[in-house]
């Protein structure tokens, strides 16, 4: 059974950093991409990052280009989001999410699997 907990979110000032964790505790989701999702109070849930199987292949979504990475480590079936110079516009729920097409890592309704998400708050 796929399980995606993530971890790692919490209050941070801006300017700030941190990581974001996703285990896939079920350990079922090989040859699967990987994204992160994020969604603010009243808005839509928007894409923030993509990694390939491989971890060759990254996306990123242009507001977080340069300040957010995003990478995985298939030996701990464990992806991550290192999230540098936080914005008070960062602030959000964070979500990871599986998908079995790495071409369609842009589309949220095209993902399979998705965790229950963790909470980033950036102060001003």
């Known amino acids: 059974q796929v399980q995606l907990v993530e971890s790692g979110g919490g209050l941070v000032q801006a300017g700030g950093s941190l990581r974001l964790s996703c285990v896939d505790s079920?350990?079922?989701?090989?040859?699967?991409?990987m994204g992160w999702f994020r969604q603010a109070p009243g808005k839509e849930r928007e894409f923030v990052a993509a990694?390939?199987?491989?971890?060759?292949?990254?996306l990123y979504t242009e507001s977080v280009k340069g300040r957010f990475t995003i990478s995985r480590d298939n030996t701990k079936n464990t992806v991550y989001l290192q999230m540098n110079y936080l914005k008070p516009e960062d602030t959000a729920v964070y979500y990871c999410?599986?998908?079995?097409?790495?071409?369609?890592?842009?589309?949220?309704?095209?993902?399979?699997?998705w965790g229950q998400g963790t909470q980033v708050t950036v102060s001003s």
């Open positions: 990694v390939s199987w491989s971890g060759g292949d990254t």
């Open positions: 999410a599986a998908n079995s097409h790495y071409d369609r890592v842009l589309l949220v309704h095209e993902y399979d699997y």
């Open positions: 079920g350990r079922t989701l090989t040859g699967y991409a």
